[in-house]
């Protein structure tokens, strides 16, 4: 039913745009009193005014019945959830973790201690100094 809705929708809205383009303004009835032809329509002598005018007036109202009964359908529709809805609050297995700030040392104003690295985990500077590999045999 709502595809039906939807579908009826879209063509009762390009019908209504195509009668909203194809009428003539209030100024061109002074064009045709000039003599440019255009009383002598299809629609007869009084030309279509009061024909697309009636047509317009109840695509209008088909319009806005369908825009009613698709918002009544749409409202209906409960199993759609919200996106902030769906988002879960962080439990504390998924939290991270608080970071834990260092105590202030006991003297502020001096810079703080960096540990030295072992001389054996240091890199040699070249590759000249650095150890030659043994050769079995």
């Known amino acids: 039913m709502y595809t039906i809705l939807v579908v009826l929708h879209v063509l009762v809205s390009i019908a209504l745009i195509g009668l909203v383009l194809i009428q003539h303004g209030k100024g061109a009835d002074a064009g045709a009193a000039f003599g440019s032809g255009a009383s002598g329509t299809v629609f007869g002598a009084r030309g279509s005014a009061n024909f697309l005018t ?3 007036a109840w695509l209008a109202a088909a319009f806005f019945v369908l825009s ?3 918002a009544y359908i749409v409202h209906g529709r409960s199993n759609s ?3 902030v809805e769906g988002l879960a609050a962080p439990t504390a297995e ?3 973790p608080a970071v834990q700030l260092p105590a202030a040392p006991a ?6 201690q960096v540990p030295a690295a072992p001389a054996a985990e240091s890199a040699p500077a070249d590759a000249e100094n650095a150890p030659k590999p043994q050769v079995p045999g």
């Open 54 to 56: 009636r047509v317009t």
């Open 68 to 70: 009613l009964a698709l």
């Open 81 to 83: 959830e919200s996106v």
């Open 94 to 96: 998924t939290a991270a």
């Open 107 to 112: 003297d502020a104003g001096a810079a703080p």
